[in-house]
C-alpha cells in the first residue's frame, strides 16, 4: 500500500480487502484517525483491521467513548461524536492511552479535537460518493 492512497468502492468485501492490507503496516504506537460521514463505515473498518488481528468483539465506541482490545496486537478504539469538550477527553485518560508505545489507537470522528492529537499519524477518511459508492482515502502524517 503506497501512500497517499484512494480508492472508490461498491462492496463492503472491498473495504474489508483495504483494511486487511493496512493492517499489515500497523506496529504498537501507531494512531489511526478516521473521518467521514455518519454511516460511512469507519466502524466497520475498525472492525475488519481488528479481525485480521482475530478479534472478533469489536463494537462502536459511541456510548462508552472508549473499547480495549486485546490479542497477539492491543487495540484501543475511541469515538469522539459524543464528546462534547476537550476535558471529557482528559479526564478518561485520553494521552495515557495516545502515547502507550504497545497499543494501536484508533479514533472516529477526530477532526472534532484535532488540537489534542499526535501529528504523526495515519488519517482515513471514508466518504459516500452516491448511493452505492465510497471513497477511502488514506494519508500517512509524520
Not at 463494537?59 to 462534547?84: C, G, T
Not at 471529557?88 to 504497545?102: Q, V, W
Not at 471514508?126 to 459508492?133: C, R, V, W
Request: aromatic share 14%; proline share 3%.
Amino acid at each position: 500500500m503506497k501512500f497517499p492512497f484512494h480508492k472508490k468502492i461498491k462492496t463492503e468485501s472491498e473495504t474489508v480487502e483495504i483494511a486487511e492490507e493496512f493492517s499489515k503496516l500497523l506496529v504498537p504506537g501507531e494512531i489511526v484517525l478516521l473521518n467521514g460521514d455518519l454511516g460511512s463505515g469507519k466502524t466497520f473498518f475498525v472492525k475488519s483491521v481488528c479481525s485480521h488481528y482475530g478479534i472478533l468483539n469489536v463494537s462502536s465506541p459511541s456510548f462508552s467513548i472508549v473499547n480495549e482490545y486485546q490479542s497477539d496486537k492491543n487495540i484501543i478504539h475511541f469515538d469522539f461524536y459524543r464528546v462534547k469538550k476537550i476535558e471529557e477527553l482528559y479526564d478518561i485518560g485520553f494521552e495515557d492511552y495516545a502515547m502507550n508505545s504497545e497499543t494501536i489507537v484508533f479514533i472516529e470522528w477526530s477532526n472534532m479535537f484535532m488540537e489534542i492529537l499526535p501529528k504523526k499519524n495515519y488519517e482515513i477518511e471514508i466518504k459516500f460518493t452516491n448511493n452505492s459508492e465510497r471513497e477511502i482515502s488514506i494519508v500517512k502524517h509524520g
